[in-house]
């Protein structure tokens, strides 16, 4: 005979305590003075304080708050993002994001990020990079979903392990998953499934049709170009000033440049990435880089 098991109530109220559900909200909107957060929505632990203008009021500036500074098991953060018709918005995070590594519960540490450009909008989404830490269990999901004449851009870095202390990613699992659509129709679509094993080696993170033993692998999309030859070429050279530092290469996906880096270390990924970003920019928007102060401090 199966026995009723009833849930103890004390012990479901302490999981849950330890369980961090935190949703985000912005909408960008261009108005008489230009470029204003019109609605700033957050419930728990991530949020953003104000929009800064160092370009003048017609790109805001955001940084994401995130104070606990990372996911542990059971953890999920959903963040959407709309730039309303001819708005422009720059969005970055305060540090490095952190993946811990998972209780023996095994559940889930999730990020959700979906984001929306309007027309003649723009949305540069550049976050800081993500550490994955040993033993983790994350996926990370991120949707795009652009206009027709909206101009996008971000970039997705993620270190494996604590490289600098030479551990590994071990047994820790995390799915990354991008995609971005333009009215609907998809341009791109990228999905990487890890899951470390201990003690080895083998697998996807060291195979030469995967990470060749990089630790840190980095994403950037930019767009749309057309034509994009001369803008390539341009690319190129970066990478080949680069190539002792960084594995990298660069493709044209439907009119979006889409460059693939691999490294050893998260902050030389960015600054290649970096260098990128502030090539293309005046191409794309029609002006100058302006890096956001928080990534000087």
């Known amino acids: 005979m199966n026995q009723l098991v009833i849930p103890d109530p004390t012990t479901a109220k302490a999981a849950e305590a330890g369980r961090w559900h935190a949703d985000l909200e912005l909408q960008f909107e261009r108005g008489e003075r230009g470029c204003r957060l019109a609605r700033n929505r957050h419930r728990g632990p991530l949020y953003v304080q104000k929009p800064f203008f160092p370009e003048g009021r017609d790109l805001a500036h955001v940084y994401l708050l995130h104070p606990p ?28 994001g952190r993946v811990y590594r998972a209780r023996s519960d095994g559940l889930l540490q999730s990020q959700n990020t979906f984001l929306r450009v309007g027309e003649g909008a723009s949305l540069e989404w550049l976050p800081l990079e993500n550490i994955a830490y040993p033993g983790a269990n994350g996926a990370m999901h991120t949707r795009i979903e652009l206009a027709r004449d909206s101009r996008f851009s971000a970039w997705e870095i993620t270190s494996l392990g604590l490289p600098a202390c030479d551990a590994t990613f071990g047994n820790g699992s995390l799915l990354q998953r ?11 679509i990228e999905s990487l499934r890890l899951q470390g094993v201990a003690g080895s080696t083998d697998g996807l993170l060291s195979a030469r049709a995967g990470l060749q033993g990089h630790p840190v692998n980095g994403l950037l999309v930019m767009g749309p170009f057309a034509p994009a030859e001369s803008v390539q070429e341009a690319c190129r050279a970066v ?10 290469g660069i493709t044209l996906v439907s009119e979006m440049i889409v460059v693939r880096a691999l490294g ?11 260098e990128l970003w502030e090539l293309l920019r005046p191409e794309l928007l029609g002006r100058a880089a302006c890096a956001p102060r928080i990534w000087r401090t």
């Open 264 to 274: 050893k270390c998260a902050f030389e990924v960015r600054a290649l990435l970096t």
């Open 178 to 188: 991008l995609e971005i659509f333009r009215e609907g129709v998809p341009l791109l």
């Open 69 to 96: 500074g990372g996911l542990v098991s059971g953890d999920r953060l959903d963040i959407r993002v709309e730039v309303k018709k001819d708005a422009r918005a720059l969005v970055t995070t305060t540090g490095a």
């Open 239 to 248: 990478l080949a000033a680069h190539e002792k530092r960084c594995l990298a």
